[in-house]
């Protein structure tokens, strides 16, 4: 210990003593790496009695001999497979350890956060300030096969590094991924509600590519589709050239969707994605009316494109846009006063009021459920307001119905229930019924007014989206089987989560949403994002939403069976249950506001 202590050519040799008595009184999290049978490093700390998820790091140390071959991560790795959070103190001049302890923060997937602890003037001799470094929340690795492999013996130093492969690349892309962070294992294959990881271990998927799956991972019939598309050499991109795939698709859209709902769009094909739609319609809303200004709803998500920014709530998200987000007026929402104060007469009253100061909007763009927002469903009356106020004042209704859409409340479109008629739609995510990238701007005709080209983009004629959108119509919307499954399981969802509201009123949770867009809406984020994790462990993805990720949000895929249903809501409950247990009311409140 002593030599590994001297070679390590970093530790203060007068107080090797209690590196044993360390090793000694904590064997549980003290390790001690070898190379050849010859000590290589060591790793030396404990759990936090009053806080056993955290693990503090004493003394990490790699003889110098053997640096640069990542000993002291694997030891971190080792020394905290079952941590929530590690914690150490670091000084500021201690650039490997800062490194280390980066590097472990990425591996995990976890945020580190620094914060002065032991200033200069704590120490007799010129000892630096000692800053707490505190990583986490992280996954426990003994829980997840996939993770860190090499982990399970700290002698076995023949372990290539690959080993350590699943999450080696993270180093190479951006620390904006986010959803890696909440699953930070590698999925390789998916049927139906299942999603499986490299190892084979499967998962019940409840968040279906955030709404982009809502007929399931890789449907038998729809691979046939695509796999067809493929051998026959069929046109994989084609920008807006004709091609017989594009036609099937216009047409499949407009006999099947269109027409029999008495609706009458052009399709504009926008780019790929639901940004991209959202985009269209805001230009194409204020070049018709010659106003820049649009109304949008608190807790609105659109994308995260610039203009689509400026009429999102989420404050993090809008954050990220480097410039002012402007021409955007939000308004309240349905039930944004908890019913205390009726949600129009502010817009009512501002739209009349020659003294209200609103510039003349263009357009008003609103999700009938908002998805990212918490899953707030509006009433229909609130809706049909909202579109009688529009038409009134000469104001286009854009409906984003890119999450709710192509089924996820019901009907195809989630406004049909409301009886409204928006002047501009936005389709996208679960349009191509593959998960696919496809979107789509339905304008009224009278909209119609862009010169050609005027509108454009390279990718908005991907043929096998087509293929996979027109058959999932013919597949799914020729009949109501499919919209009334998802209202009577939506149904079932609301009384089971009212159920549990019920059981623990103390800690008031709400149940929230309409068809299988559902949530469950907990006191603070960091509850929510327990009983995801719990659920996790468990086999079951599930992601979270609103302003502070409070709620629990389900959007399963709608062709699931009635097994892999009740068994997923079987998951959750059971991971709300013990979450709560665990987390008292009271003690999550002071979580809640400290
Ligand atoms: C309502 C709504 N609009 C727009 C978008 C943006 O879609 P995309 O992420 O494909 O750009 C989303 C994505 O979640 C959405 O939920």
């Not at 790496?33 to 003394?59: C, H, K, M, N």
């Not at 941590?83 to 980066?102: G, P, V, W």
């Not at 002065?116 to 992280?138: C, K, Q, T, W, Y």
Request: charged share 25%; net charge negative.
């Amino acid at each position: 210990m002593w030599r590994l202590a001297r070679d390590s050519g970093s530790l203060d040799l007068n107080t090797s003593y209690a590196y044993l008595l360390f090793a000694r009184d904590f064997p549980e999290t003290c390790r001690i790496i070898e190379v050849d049978g010859e000590p290589a490093g060591f790793v030396l700390g404990y759990r936090r009695q009053s806080e056993p998820e955290t693990y503090f790091v004493w003394q990490v140390a790699v003889s110098d001999e053997y640096r640069g071959q990542r000993l002291g991560l694997r030891l971190l790795e080792d020394f905290a497979a079952d941590a929530r959070y590690l914690e150490a103190t670091i000084t500021a001049d201690n650039t490997a350890s800062q490194r280390l302890f980066s590097s472990f923060a990425r591996h995990r997937g976890a945020t580190l956060n620094r914060r002065d602890m032991f200033s200069a003037d704590h120490f007799p001799d010129d000892h630096d300030a000692e800053g707490l470094v505190r990583i986490g929340p992280m996954r426990t690795t003994t829980q997840d096969a996939t993770f860190n492999p090499d982990t399970d013996t700290d002698t076995n130093t023949d372990a290539d590094e690959t080993e350590i492969r699943p999450m080696s690349t993270v180093e190479l892309e951006s620390q904006v991924r986010s959803y890696s962070r909440s699953w930070p294992i590698s999925f390789d294959r998916a049927s139906g509600a299942t999603i499986h990881d490299v190892n084979g271990k499967p998962y019940l998927d409840f968040f279906a590519g955030a709404g982009a799956l809502n007929y399931g991972h890789n449907h038998p019939h729809l691979k046939e589709t695509l796999l067809d598309y493929f051998t026959s050499d069929r046109v994989v991109h084609s920008l807006d050239m004709f091609t017989p795939a594009r036609d099937d698709f216009l047409a499949t859209f407009h006999d099947e969707i269109l027409t029999p709902r008495n609706l009458d769009y052009k399709v504009v094909f926008p780019g790929p994605g639901g940004a991209n739609a959202v985009e269209a319609a805001l230009k194409l809303a204020r070049k018709v009316t010659g106003r820049e200004s649009v109304v949008n709803f608190t807790n609105a998500f659109h994308g995260m494109t610039l203009a689509a920014l400026s009429v999102t709530g989420n404050a993090m998200k809008r954050g990220g846009a480097g410039l002012p987000l402007v021409h955007a007026t939000p308004m309240p929402y349905d039930d944004y006063f908890d019913g205390d104060v009726p949600d129009f007469i502010y817009l009512e009253r501002l739209l009349g009021d020659e003294g209200g100061g609103l510039n003349e909007p263009a357009a008003v763009i609103v999700e009938t459920v908002q998805g990212e927002g918490g899953l707030n469903a509006a009433r229909m009356e609130w809706l049909r307001k909202l579109s009688d106020l529009c038409k009134k004042h000469d104001v286009l209704l854009i409906v984003d119905d890119i999450q709710m859409g192509v089924g996820r409340t019901g009907s195809f479109f989630s406004f049909e229930e409301a009886g409204i008629v928006p002047d501009i739609i936005t389709l996208s995510k679960s349009l191509s019924g593959y998960g696919l990238p496809m979107a789509v701007t339905l304008i009224r005709p009278e909209l119609d007014i862009w010169a050609p080209g005027e509108h454009n983009g390279t990718f908005r004629g991907i043929g096998p989206a087509f293929a996979t959108a027109a058959e999932s119509i013919r597949t799914f919307w020729r009949d109501d089987a499919l919209r009334d499954t998802t209202v009577a399981r939506g149904l079932q969802v609301e009384s089971r989560f009212n159920r549990l509201v019920a059981e623990h009123q103390e800690h008031q949770l709400v149940a929230k949403g309409r068809g299988m867009a559902r949530g469950l809406q907990f006191s603070s984020g960091d509850l929510a994002d327990k009983v995801t994790t719990a659920a996790f462990e468990r086999g079951l993805l599930a992601e979270t939403s609103g302003p502070e990720g409070e709620v629990v949000k389900l959007l399963p895929p709608l062709t699931m069976t009635d097994e892999e249903f009740e068994r997923g809501m079987t998951i959750l409950e059971e991971s709300v249950t013990d979450t709560l247990q665990a987390n008292p009311a009271d003690k999550t409140k002071e979580f809640a506001t400290s």
